[in-house]
């Protein structure tokens, strides 16, 4: 994910990597065959408190 960032100029970026658990062959206990979406619902939670509580942008330089 580093080359990234040759493409977002001076912009903050973020990349996730969810290759490994992003699809399963078969089901299992833990669910369906297919696209498992890893860290989807972890990362939708985390986005809509964050913008509820700052209801903006902020850089996380403006947190600390």
């Known amino acids: 994910g580093q ?3 040759e493409f ?3 912009l903050p970026w973020l990349h996730l990597d969810i290759a490994g658990p992003a699809f ?7 669910g369906s065959a297919g696209g ?3 860290g ?5 939670e ?5 913008w509820s509580q ?7 330089e403006q947190l600390f």
């Open 3 to 5: 080359f990234i960032e």
């Open 8 to 10: 977002v100029e001076k």
């Open 24 to 30: 399963i062959e078969s089901k299992s206990k833990f």
């Open 36 to 38: 498992t979406g890893a």
């Open 40 to 44: 989807t619902r972890l990362l939708y």
């Open 46 to 50: 985390f986005i809509k408190n964050f």
């Open 54 to 60: 700052y209801g903006r942008a902020v850089y996380l």
